[in-house]
């Protein structure tokens, strides 16, 4: 790595992540009044004991162009949730109209409100005021994150901070909701400060080895945190709550390409790590399929559950249609899914979108009891085609299968409820649209833009930070 | 289990096994004039102390048309190996000539002249005469054996012995050679005599759990014996040797039809299972290939080595054509091999004859250190598809395959010495046909009836004790 050449990009990606003047001055502003006039309309109310801005603008790590202002309202440990969500989800609702702004319901761990005011997001959220450990909701644990991390961070460590957080952002691994999977705003910030930098921490993450721990506090030791959290790919414990894992959210998926993001990086800086990857308006006639097995799922949810929820359903509903291709023989490369207003589409790339006509059917041991009636019904089946025979301890037959395309499978499959998906989707999937790279899948796309420039990432298969690896090289 | 159909059945078997008269009279006068000859040509030389006949023929459990003559030479333990053999291979084969028969040279542990006199087998071995647990040469056990065998033996276990024996034949499993791996003639004695007879212990096997563990003596234990032979499917301790097992030579898949026999014997007990199943002539024209996809390896070696060698060859290149194939991306549901004349043919029967153009390239780790290699060379790989990308923590690459026709890439790997083939068959297979069933494998075949009836075998892939079952009931 030449110093100066990363010296440089460090400091044009500064330019891209650091906001200006303008924009401090509109978020500041909103804060203030938006602050305030929480406090006007809160306090009022029983059992509310403080108001507070928490989040990255009151740690002030927020990236341009993102300033997102949360305002915490903490009530007396006495008050009933119910209490607590309906009080913040009217008055919330009244503050941020009575500002100007527009508002709408958002789901967490619990319901708060999320708005917009002068072109500024805003969330207003409701806590307990509790005294540290005492934890009675999730977000409980926010005003000690807040306060840690502002007791830690030097102004040039949030230089630090926003140069990270715009980094994982241009890699596609910032956030920690179910469709990213990846890295949250409190864990970026506290990785930079466990490593003092934003180089260090790059440096140290393109040379772990899985799985990760990674502590401030010396609270917990590698081996508890390990039987602690059996599978995770990486632990932080939470300096605020050495039992929780910051990073519980991050993927393996996601971990591995920071690491390799971090090799890459620093194999060749460049600032096209700190932008999205550029996406070009496609036309349907440059998608070229060349040979390949794509099996797509297009289907329409008219009223999706909130995002965290509804991707959950998603992947959930694509593991569950991959192991059932898996069990019938069919090999999944990858699979994706990308939704555009009320349609979503999960594509799945196999090695082959029909299965041979014979099917080794696998008998019982010889020496169980169901062996004869193996036998015995075997050689009766019409859809003999050899067999039985012993292998090993085994008998085996060769069976003569019913169907053999992947699309026809599937349709069957969601039909007949013999493969694992979200519940919540059923009714949507069972009207799908099963399509095939073969049968007319991309053509059912023409004028979807958004779909046929995710396909066209999909069939490129190239993931972002090695995108980025091969624009800079 | 009906015991009056059974009984029945049991009575027909011994006709079919137990010799009559006439061959009982053929066969120990062809012994008594070569026992006789044996020790005139023999007992001269110095170093022989003895001439005995041992076998089946010594203890009277040969299958009536299976007679076989064996005579041991016993030498001196001071005998030089050369000398045992060179005067067992020259005087043998005077003894024979004289007699009027014909002999020839086969190898076990060590030579031995067989041939035939007056239309019965015989054999003539060289042993040591030791004393019991000094063995020098593997047969000196062999007088122990027939000892051993002779004093557990009733005249109603002899018949017993002579039903177990055509069963293991009329179901091919009777042989410890390479080419059966089953069960040889002093186990199945040892079998029958621990079970007390035929029934009982067909009633056993029926129910044994794997790893079976027989023993006489009672001279190892269970535990002992598994720690003694940690791979063996079954242990039988030789009573004459608690260090060696009698089953070394039967394989998993041998045992397990065995097992399976008993039970569709017990099932229904008929007639057919001391057959050797009904083989008709058959003409090509009644091959029915279905959709089946064949890959066939025929081959011609002019100077084989001896069967067992021989066939240890053919069954170690089987099996590793099969673990490439696999490795490559195809798999295998069975194979078989065949011997006629000069010509040998391995068929592999597979899923599908051609692999799909895409090849999953798994890459490695990202933490690896190579990890940044494998991302540049498949970004510039001419035969890429898609990728690198990375899932879970490893790295991956879609890339277009070069062959995708499994005879293509089998005669590849055999001339670039890409596949573990036996050595002694590597020149032959140089120059074999690798023919499949789209590419004129049954064509080939034409006026090789050995073959076709083989392949009209291979394909209806019914186990042999199944065949019986199906015709029984």
Redesign the interface.
């Known amino acids: 790595m030449d110093l100066a050449e990363l010296e440089e990009v460090l400091a044009e990606a500064s330019l891209l992540v650091e906001p200006d003047e303008a924009e401090r001055l509109l978020v500041s502003r909103v804060a203030e009044r938006l602050l305030e006039s929480c406090r006007e309309r809160f306090l009022k109310k029983g059992g509310v004991l403080d108001v507070s801005i928490e989040g990255s603008v009151a740690k002030d790590t927020w990236v341009r162009g993102r300033g997102e202002v949360d305002v915490f309202i903490h009530f007396s440990k006495e008050t009933g949730r119910d209490v607590l969500e309906s009080t913040v989800l009217n008055l919330g609702r009244e503050v941020i109209e009575g500002m100007g702004g527009r508002s709408w319901l958002r789901y967490a761990s619990h319901p708060y409100i999320e708005g917009e005011v002068d072109g500024v997001r805003v969330n207003i959220v409701g806590c307990f005021k509790v005294t540290h450990g005492r934890w009675m909701s999730p977000v409980d644990r926010t005003p000690f994150h807040t306060a840690f991390v502002k007791s830690k961070l030097t102004s040039e460590l949030r230089r630090e901070t926003r140069l990270f957080k715009g980094f994982l952002i241009g890699n596609g691994l910032y956030g920690a909701e179910i469709k990213t999977e990846g890295f949250s705003g409190y864990l970026s910030e506290l990785l930079v400060i466990r490593h003092d930098g934003f180089v260090n921490l790059l440096r140290s993450a393109s040379?772990?080895?899985?799985p990760v721990f990674i502590d401030l506090t010396e609270a917990v030791k590698r081996d508890e945190a390990l039987r602690l959290f059996p599978n995770a790919?990486i632990i932080f414990t939470d300096p605020v709550d050495p039992s929780r894992n910051v990073a519980a959210a991050v993927s393996?998926?996601k971990l591995?390409?920071l690491?390799?993001a971090a090799?890459?990086f620093i194999?060749s800086p460049s600032l096209d790590y700190f932008k999205p990857p550029s996406r070009e308006r496609r036309d349907l006639a440059e998608v070229d399929l060349?040979?390949?097995?794509l099996l797509g799922v297009l289907f329409r949810v008219e009223k999706p559950s909130p995002p965290d929820i509804f991707w959950g359903e998603i992947k959930h509903t694509m593991r569950g249609i991959s192991r059932r291709l898996e069990k019938e023989?069919f090999?999944v490369?990858?699979s994706a899914a990308a939704q555009s207003g009320e349609e979503t589409l999960m594509v799945f790339?196999l090695?082959?979108l029909r299965l041979?006509?014979?099917e080794?059917r696998v008998g019982p041991?010889?020496?169980t009891g169901n062996?004869?009636d193996f036998?015995?019904k075997s050689?009766r089946r019409g859809d003999r085609?050899?067999?039985?025979?012993?292998?090993?301890?085994?008998?085996?037959a060769?069976l003569r299968r019913r169907a053999q395309d992947a699309d026809e499978l599937l349709k069957e499959w969601i039909k007949g409820r013999q493969v694992a998906v979200s519940s919540q989707l059923l009714d949507s999937l069972r009207k799908a649209e099963i399509l095939t790279s073969e049968k007319g899948l991309v053509e059912r796309l023409d004028g979807r833009e958004e779909f046929i420039m995710f396909l066209e990432e999909f069939?490129?298969?190239?993931?972002t930070p090695?995108k980025h690896?091969?624009e800079a090289?």
Do not use: N, Q
């Open positions: 040379e772990w080895k899985l790919p393996l998926t591995a390409e690491m390799l090799k890459l194999e060349g040979s390949r097995c023989g090999h490369y990858r790339e090695s082959s041979p006509e014979a080794l041991p010889v020496w062996a004869l036998v015995r050689l085609i050899s067999g039985p025979w012993v292998d090993g301890e085994r008998l085996y060769l069939l490129d298969g190239v993931s090695i690896f091969r090289e």
